[in-house]
Structures are given as C-alpha cells and as structure tokens.
C-alpha cells in the first residue's frame, strides 16, 4: 500500500505530472529577474560613480595639502624681509630662507615647482589649476605688525574624460623675523 506522499503527482485528468515548468511560469520567473536587474543595475552604478568621484577628490585633496605643506614650511623658514612675489599675484615667490639659501617657487605648465640652492624638484606635477601669492604687509597697523603671506593652491584630477574634480586650499603664512 502506498501513502500519500509516495504517490506521483497527478494533472487534474489523471496523468502523472512531468515535473517540468510551465510556459507560463517561465515567462514570469523571466519578467521579474528582469524588473529586479532593471532596478538594481541603476543602483550600482550610482554607486560606483560615487566611489570614482570620492577617490578623486581624496587624491586631489592629498596632493593639495603635501603640496601647500611644503609650500608653508618653505616660506615659513623664510626670512621675513625677503620675501618678494616676482609681481604682484603672481604665481612665483622668490626668497631666502633662514640658512641663507636662496628658493624660488614657480608655478608653470600646471606644475608647482620649487627651486632651491640651484636644484629643481617638483612639488605637484600636472595637477595644479592656480598657484597664487599676494604679500599684505602692513607694518602701520598695530593689531598685525607683521608680514603676511597668502599662498592660494587648487589641485585638479580627472574622474573620467568628461569630469575633474579640484580642491583649493588657502593659507595666510607669516615667515620668521630676521
């Protein structure tokens, strides 16, 4: 004798089932893996454009802030009476730091370059879209008898071919007294 569960499915008119699935309910399983992708793709590739775009703004924001640090440190050794933009905001300063050697910051081509006892080494190459220097001394003024250096630094990079991402940074720099 057997028991329910060990009889063969049985169609409605009597004849053991295939075990197959149905047109139908192949069309279906079809149609809703292809709403899910529909939806689902659109997600994920937002979310890899987000990736690209964080990526390149953390890479422009780090080479920003090595190249402004180096930049800071070299005015900052400075002597405060010799430092002289080449013209006014222009983007080179020319001065002598506190060891007596004279340095040049130049920006050209969009790249920051630094010259220093006669050896060029590069600062941020390819990658910077401004370089600027302006010098506010204002010895009269009792509340900042001092002079200050404005050093303002945008670095640029690519996310794809058609987008760029840039980070400017800005810092007032005061260099040391003679």
């Not at 060029?120 to 509340?143: K, Q």
């Amino acid at each position: 004798m057997t028991t329910p569960s060990q009889q063969p499915l049985r169609r409605r008119n009597g004849q053991p089932a295939s075990g197959a699935f149905t047109l139908l309910e192949m069309v279906l399983a079809i149609t809703v893996l292809g709403l899910i992708v529909g939806v689902g793709t659109p997600v994920l590739v937002a979310g890899y454009q987000s990736f690209l775009l964080g990526t390149a703004i953390q890479q422009a924001d780090g080479a920003a802030r090595l190249a402004m640090e180096r930049v800071s440190r070299e005015l900052r050794s400075g002597l405060q009476s010799t430092v002289s933009p080449l013209a006014l905001n222009t983007p080179s300063v020319q001065f002598t730091s506190s060891d007596g050697v004279n340095v040049t910051l130049t920006f050209q081509d969009n790249t920051l370059t630094i010259q220093r006892a006669g050896e060029v080494g590069v600062l941020a190459d390819n990658t910077v879209g401004s370089f600027s220097v302006s010098d506010e001394a204002d010895a009269g003024n009792r509340y900042r008898p001092f002079r200050l250096v404005t050093v303002q630094l945008t670095v640029s990079r690519a996310i794809n071919q058609l987008e760029t991402q840039s980070v400017t940074l800005r810092s007032g720099i005061v260099p040391r007294n003679p």
